[in-house]
C-alpha cells in the first residue's frame, strides 16, 4: 500500500514568511509525528496527534510553530515568521497504535530559510 | 530524561562481511521499545528492526539483528553478509517512557560498504 507521502518535497523561503509543510499518513492509522531533522544530527520530535487532536506538543521550539490534523488523516505543520534557523528535513511518520507502534516516515520536506 | 548514545560517527566494512553498530540508552522506565533505522542519501527513514523492553529473545530481520544487553543498557546492530546498498546512515532510537510514543533519536552512524 501507499505509504507516508510529504508535500512540498523542497520547500525555499524568505526570512520572515509563513510556510506550511503537509503530510499525509498512511491508510488507517491513527498516530501521527511530526519530527525535525537538522543537518548531521538525529531527527527530534516536535509533536504527535492522536486521531484529531495534539496528544504531545512538548517538542514544539517556540509558538511561531503550529500543527492541526482537523480530520484525523492529513495534518500540516505551520510555521510562521520563519528564520533562518528553521531551516531543515521536516520528516513526518505514522502509526499504528498497539503492538511495537512502529513508526514509518516519509520522505521529509527539505525547508531552507533565505 | 532519556538519552539515545552512538559513540561511532563512521564506520567502514568490506563487502560480505559483518558489521556492528553500537548503541546504548538510559532510561529509568521499565517499559521501552528499541528501534533502528537505515536513512539512505535520499533522506528516507526506513524502519529495520525492533526490539521490546520484555522481549527475552533478540529481534532479528532478515540480515539484521539486534544484540540485546537489558544490564548493560545496549542494543547494537548486526549487519551480516554487508552489501553496497547498506551505505547510510543508521539511527537508534527509543520510544518511552511508559505511555510517551515519541522516539529519541540518536546522533547516528555513517556506514560505508566497500567493494
Known amino acids: 500500500g501507499a505509504g507516508v507521502s510529504q508535500t512540498p518535497s523542497n520547500k525555499v523561503t524568505e526570512k520572515g514568511k509563513y510556510v506550511e509543510l503537509r503530510c499525509d499518513p498512511i491508510s488507517g492509522h491513527t498516530a501521527l509525528y511530526w519530527y525535525r531533522q537538522s543537518l548531521g544530527q538525529g531527527p527530534e520530535f516536535l509533536i504527535y496527534?492522536?486521531?484529531?487532536?495534539?496528544?504531545?506538543d512538548s517538542g514544539l521550539p517556540n509558538d511561531r510553530f503550529f500543527a492541526v490534523r482537523p480530520e484525523g488523516s492529513v495534518s500540516t505543520l505551520k510555521i510562521q515568521r520563519t528564520e533562518r534557523g528553521d531551516s531543515a528535513v521536516y520528516l513526518c511518520?505514522?502509526?499504528?497504535?498497539?503492538?511495537?507502534?512502529?513508526?514509518?516516515f516519509g520522505p521529509g520536506t527539505r525547508l531552507l530559510v533565505l | 530524561a532519556q538519552k539515545i548514545t552512538q559513540t561511532q560517527p563512521g564506520m567502514f566494512v568490506q563487502e560480505k562481511e559483518a558489521v556492528t553498530l553500537d548503541c546504548t540508552y538510559d532510561t529509568s522506565d521499565p517499559s521501552y521499545g528499541l528501534f533502528w533505522y537505515k536513512q539512505p542519501s535520499s533522506g528516507e527513514m526506513i524502519f529495520l528492526i525492533y526490539q521490546g523492553s520484555y522481549d527475552q529473545q533478540n529481534a532479528t530481520e532478515g540480515r539484521y539483528s539486534l544484540n540485546f544487553q537489558k544490564a548493560r543498557k545496549s542494543a547494537n546492530l548486526v549487519i551480516s553478509a554487508s552489501q553496497l546498498g547498506d551505505s547510510a546512515m543508521y539511527f537508534c532510537a527509543m520510544r518511552g517512557p511508559g505511555s510517551a510514543r515519541q522516539l529519541t533519536f540518536g546522533s547516528g552512524t555513517q556506514l560505508t560498504v566497500l567493494p
Open positions: 496527534f492522536q486521531g484529531t487532536g495534539a496528544a504531545d
Open positions: 511518520a505514522s502509526s499504528s497504535v498497539g503492538g511495537e507502534e512502529t513508526q514509518y
